[in-house]
């Protein structure tokens, strides 16, 4: 962990669980998708994601959040990490124009990026003998051509800093 890898179609590797693809690219399937198992695919657009109640309520109606969800950024998180109401193996989450998400709002798209990495983290596990990072969820961040190295940039600045 802690390198981001790029492919030539245009996807760059945050973690095995986070992938930020320029739109119109894509990241390989082998990586998106599981082997096998119930999959729950959420796709959801960052530019409808002005500000944080917008962006809970898009994920609460995505991901079905339950009704305790709380409208803050650890109950967020903590539905993020959970997601067994959706009765899946596996999660795909899909953000559009990710580029944008809370554009005008530093602390809010920090703790968004967190939350979302976080959660992937915890929802990962390591395959023994061969020590391959696995997880149960996959988030994939699409932005413009101009902003995909930006953003996967901003990301690995964020992992690092979650991991030291």
């Known amino acids: 962990m802690g390198e981001l890898t790029t492919e030539e179609t245009s996807a760059f590797h945050v973690a095995p669980w986070m992938h930020v693809i320029e739109a119109g690219g894509g990241a390989p399937l082998d990586e998106v998708l599981p082997a096998s198992g119930r999959v729950h695919v959420?796709?959801?657009?960052?530019?409808?994601?002005?500000?944080?109640?917008?962006?809970?309520?898009?994920?609460?109606?995505?991901?079905?959040?339950?009704?305790?969800?709380?409208w803050n950024w650890n109950s967020f998180y903590d539905c993020l990490r959970d997601l067994e109401w959706l009765s899946s193996d596996y999660c795909?989450?899909?953000?559009?124009?990710?580029?944008?998400?809370?554009?005008?709002?530093?602390?809010?798209?920090?703790?968004?990026?967190?939350a979302l990495w976080r959660a992937g983290k915890q929802r990962s596990y390591t395959k023994r003998p061969e020590g391959v990072t696995l997880s149960t969820i996959s988030i994939v961040l699409s932005c413009s051509e101009k902003s995909s190295s930006t953003l996967a940039g901003q990301l690995g600045e964020l992992q690092e800093s979650l991991t030291s």
């Not at 796709?43 to 709380?70: H, I, W």
């Not at 795909?92 to 998400?101: M, T």
């Open 92 to 114: 795909i989450l899909i953000v559009d124009s990710a580029d944008e998400v809370l554009s005008d709002d530093d602390d809010a798209r920090k703790e968004f990026f967190s």
């Open 42 to 70: 959420a796709r959801l657009n960052g530019k409808d994601m002005v500000d944080e109640v917008a962006t809970f309520q898009q994920f609460s109606e995505s991901l079905k959040f339950p009704e305790y969800f709380g």
